[in-house]
């Protein structure tokens, strides 16, 4: 045990693994999975590993990249004012 997570023996990592991506879930969600009850050495990795080299993972996955929204450059000062609003979770000025 490496606190509450197993310690896996290198002959299981492998069924474990196919365990752990069963569903096709993303490196991360993987990752958590893994956390919640096993543990060796370079788990993190091998997982990385795995999921970047599955087939039906690289086909059915989504890229969220957000477009540049290009905008003209203002002609004089104040002609364009932008704002960002944030809200601050620690209560500090």
């Known amino acids: 045990m490496k606190n509450a997570r197993l310690i896996i023996p290198e002959s299981l990592r492998l069924e474990i693994l196919k365990a752990i991506h069963e ?3 993303g490196i991360t969600k993987c990752r ?27 086909k059915h996955r989504v890229y969220h990249k957000e477009p540049i929204i ?21 209560g500090m000025p």
């Open 23 to 25: 569903g096709h879930l």
């Open 32 to 58: 958590a999975r893994a956390k919640e009850s096993v543990w060796w050495p370079g788990l993190s990795t091998q997982i990385e590993r795995i999921i970047s080299s599955c087939d039906s993972c690289s």
């Open 70 to 90: 290009k905008s003209e450059f203002p002609e004089c000062p104040w002609q364009k004012v932008g704002v960002v609003l944030l809200k601050k979770e620690n």
